[in-house]
């Protein structure tokens, strides 16, 4: 079992802590290349070396990127192309929720939380698509794996980015996820009318994973989340490794799961999946004004 996934490259954002650092675990155990692409580059050597001690993978290889920064991303991107000849799957999980801290901005000027867990999916998949592409086989398609939540609402197309709304931290992260979801419908789109050698797909890890993501949450809203259950780590996420690595879902696309099965995603709209990924292509526009 561990050396059956040994030819395959995976990508992994936001693997230091929490979710990130549970599938990075679990696919160094299954045998997987990884690549960890973090923030803190110290805290990437440390689950690295994690990884080492368990044994399974076949090589372990840290990264940097802030996900928040387009330039960061770009220079990721293009730093991994120059080291890899091939990417097998993507993993989108990098994400924050700020708790109750004001408003603030990336270095581009865009909305933080925005910035980090859309804006970053978004362009790190633009950015290696054509790499994914190549490396696809007949029969066998590379992946994309988003990780969005249950814990999606708030979403406002005609304010994103709190222009006009008062700030809520919960509800920039709440609109991030649902934004992930509808990103997701309409790359899927987008790979199946390109042929389908690449397939996207997200995930919800379950509500109040322990994490501390939502440590910065109002007592009530928490009580309200613990009370439709609590989950580990390792089972919020368990449906990441198994989209990444099972046979079972080669060539699904577009679907949003949860325990291992598909969930009904109540954003789906296609006007605002479409209208959503025009403004991310406006807000990630290259330095020659060229989205992707």
């Known amino acids: 079992m561990v050396d059956s996934h040994s030819n395959k490259q995976v990508i992994i954002t936001g693997p230091t802590s929490g979710i990130g650092r549970a599938i990075a675990l ?19 050597e440390q689950t ?9 993978a076949a090589t372990v290889e840290v990264m940097p990127i802030d996900t928040s920064s387009q330039a960061s991303v770009r220079a990721f991107a293009q730093q991994y192309r120059e080291r890899h000849a091939r990417l ?18 990336s270095v581009d000027g865009i909305e933080l939380t925005f910035a980090t867990n859309v804006l970053g999916y978004h362009l790190l998949t633009r ?16 992946r994309i794996v988003n990780v969005a939540s249950q814990f999606a609402s708030d979403l406002d197309l005609d304010d994103l980015q709190f222009e006009r709304r008062p700030f809520d931290s919960t509800k920039a992260y ?20 390109a042929g389908g050698s690449v397939t996207a797909n997200a995930m919800a890890p379950g509500l109040v994973v322990d994490t501390g993501l939502y440590r910065h949450a109002p ?5 309200r989340l613990r009370q439709r259950g609590g989950r580990s780590v390792a089972q919020g996420a ?20 949860f325990d291992r099965r598909e969930a009904v ?28």
């Open 88 to 105: 097998d799957v993507l993993i989108n999980n990098a994400g924050m929720n700020r708790g109750p801290q004001p408003r603030a901005t």
């Open 48 to 56: 690295a070396q994690e990884i080492a001690r368990r044994g399974g």
């Open 265 to 292: 995603c109540e954003f789906r709209d296609t006007a605002a999946e479409e209208r959503l990924w025009a403004i991310c292509e406006g807000l990630t526009a290259g330095p020659d004004g060229q989205g992707g």
């Open 174 to 193: 709440a609109q991030s996820k649902a934004c992930n979801r509808l990103l997701t419908w309409a790359l899927a789109r987008r790979l199946a009318a």
């Open 219 to 223: 007592p009530e809203m928490l009580a």
């Open 238 to 257: 368990d449906t990441a490794v198994w989209l990444t690595s099972c046979d079972e879902v080669t060539g699904v696309s577009g679907q949003f799961f």
């Open 127 to 142: 950015e290696l698509l054509g790499l994914l592409t190549a490396s696809a086989a007949p029969g066998a398609p590379t």
């Open 26 to 44: 679990e696919l160094g155990g299954l045998g997987f290349n990884l690549v960890l692409a973090c923030r803190d580059v110290a805290q990437g």
